[in-house]
């Protein structure tokens, strides 16, 4: 009974924290979208709000990870893609960000059944 206790309390702890950081990072983007479009574009690289998103996206699921909490494998993908498209723009490449976007989104689907726990039929 009381490792029950102990698992459910856990598992409050996390989920907490885990909101805690998930707004903590909303109010992070947020502030990064003023600031961004506070400073004129001659004064800020074109692709700096996403390189900034990118940072935020992964920092997010490096403190989950450290937490023991779940990792989010969508905002890891967007951070992914944020970052190559934030330094293709910078560096002056084009990116096929949708092509690139529906591809991750394709490939997390596959690879999230192909690793879901197996469902046994009674």
């Given at each position: 009974?009381?490792?029950?206790?102990?698992?459910?309390?856990?598992?409050?702890?996390d989920n907490s924290l885990n909101k805690r950081l998930e707004e903590i990072g909303?109010?992070?983007?947020?502030?990064?979208?003023?600031?961004?479009?506070?400073?004129?574009d001659v004064q800020a690289p074109q692709g700096i709000w996403l390189?900034?998103?990118?940072?935020?996206?992964?920092?997010l699921n490096a403190f989950r990870y450290l937490n023991g909490i779940k990792m989010s494998g969508f905002t890891i993908s967007l951070g992914v893609l944020a970052l190559a498209a934030g330094l293709g723009s910078i560096?002056?490449?084009?990116?096929?960000?949708?092509?690139i976007l529906l591809v991750l989104v394709g490939a997390s689907v596959i690879?999230?059944?192909?690793?879901?726990?197996?469902?046994?039929?009674?």
């Open positions: 009974m009381e490792v029950n206790q102990n698992m459910s309390d856990q598992s409050t702890r909303w109010g992070l983007f947020l502030i990064l979208i003023g600031v961004i479009l506070l400073v004129p390189l900034a998103a990118a940072l935020i996206l992964l920092g560096f002056g490449m084009k990116l096929p960000l949708f092509a690879f999230k059944q192909l690793f879901a726990k197996k469902i046994t039929s009674r």
